[in-house]
């Protein structure tokens, strides 16, 4: 049976796009690689017909597809697994961008197509599409509409569900949805967008997308500063919504030892404040104007102004030109590289109301320090949302697998619960892949869960499209 489907497959997409011999690791192993899995065979489509026939070959032959694009995720969520029956479906051949709209601020643009590509050619045409990630040179946009990525201006623009005005998709009856009309208002019943939205390849795989566009800003410049508390912290963003309005297009919070990380790990990288131990936090503002330089430069020092005489910054820095601006964003970036280089770490993706912050990290650092004496917290992320990554390293000296191995389990569940009693959600932009399916079963209520099985069952009901991701049925 196996054999008839690939050569199935190959007659359907060629030969040479069908790969099931030699180091498949690209598709088989995960971003982080903690895991890695067995593909039947690696199919790669190039047009969203040639998705169809796969899909339907896969359906006759009870094969489940696991869709895939620029496999960076974090959350174990388009990897096949151990068994070597699934297909691994690749969108990258699919990055065709298919046309600009400037009339309609939108731009339509195949799954496979690299977030880094997007963002390029939407500003050569003289827009700017925000979503902006860490791994944007190899995520491709399918996948972050998949997971609904975040990102570091989603305070200001939103996640990608928000920037996005139509899908094309496909089916797992391998029918063709055509939705990518690009219209802002279309009030004819179930969105289906929002739905296959963050459903991680799940509910239907999407092919295409229309997205919005921005004019771009005549002016954006980056300040650097050193706050005494995450109150502080907190209090600093409410200055910058007043002052900046939406001209505030980032606010990123960054731990000392996270910092110290960066500076240990790659030394050639200049970490502003980080010989100041009186310096427990550091944030990083993006203020973007539509008007001119200067008048961005005079509302951004009229800001810091305000919060030095409030005492919610103690010093800061503003980048004066882009390559300035460039490093102080690229020392944020290293944080997750400089965790790796610390050695295997334990991960969390959280978010709680702004305003109940910094009493969360107060009352969970102190218990994961009781709980386990010398244990390092890496804490930076989205503070304008309410995104933190909560990470937690070995104590110096120890085992990092042997750390992870003992203690993962029981740390997950202190953060979760913690989380749970901020009113928060233990999965803020990283999506549930693999990894929290068993975490969503906690912590999602049953009327919730049975929503959602509903929704898979009906659009799903062979299983057929990433079985075991997200919600199991």
Known sequence: MSAVLIDKLRALVGAANVLTEGDLGAWEQDWRKRSRGKALAVVRPGSTQQVAEVVKACAAAGRSIVPQGGNTGLAVGSIPDESGTQVVLSLQRMNAIRGIDAANLTMTVEAGCVLQTLQETAEKAGFLFPLSLAAEGSCTIGGNLATNAGGTQVLRYGNARDLCLGLEVVTPQGGIWQGTSGLRKDNTGYDLRDLMIGSEGTLG?????????????????????????????????????????????????????????????????????????????????????????????????????????????????????????????????????????????????????????????????????????????????????????????????????????????????????????????????????????????????????????????????????????????
């Open 205 to 473: 795989i999407i092919t295409a997308a229309t997205l919005k566009l921005y004019p771009l800003p005549a002016a954006q410049l980056t300040a650097w500063a050193a706050v005494p508390t995450l109150e502080q912290a907190v209090e600093l963003l409410g200055l910058a919504h007043k002052r900046l309005g939406a001209g505030l297009t980032g606010f990123e919070v960054m731990g000392r030892f996270a910092l110290s990380l960066v500076a240990k790990h790659f030394p050639t990288l200049r970490v502003p404040f980080i010989e100041d131990d009186g310096v427990p936090y550091c944030v990083l503002l993006e203020n973007s104007d539509n008007e001119s330089e200067d008048h961005a430069r005079a509302r951004f020092e009229a800001l810091l102004e305000t919060a030095f005489e409030a005492g919610c910054v103690s010093d800061a820095v503003v980048a004066e030109n882009l390559t300035q601006a460039h490093q102080l964003w690229h020392v944020r970036e290293s944080i997750p590289l400089a965790q790796a280089e610390e050695g295997l770490n334990i991960k969390h993706d959280i978010s709680i109301p702004v305003s109940r912050i910094p009493a969360f990290v107060e009352q969970t650092d102190a218990l994961l320090e009781y709980e386990l004496p010398g244990v390092r917290l890496v804490n930076f992320g989205h503070l304008g949302d309410g995104n933190l990554h909560y990470n937690v390293q070995a104590p110096a000296g120890a085992h990092n697998g042997d750390f992870l191995r003992d203690h993962e389990a029981r740390i997950n569940t202190l953060v979760y619960e913690a989380v749970r009693q901020f009113e928060g959600s233990f999965s803020a932009e990283h999506g549930v892949g693999s990894l929290k399916v068993e975490t969503l079963e906690k912590h999602k209520s049953p009327v919730a869960l049975e929503m959602m099985r509903a929704i898979k069952r009906g659009l799903d009901p062979q299983n057929l499209l990433n079985p075991g991701r997200v919600i199991r049925i």
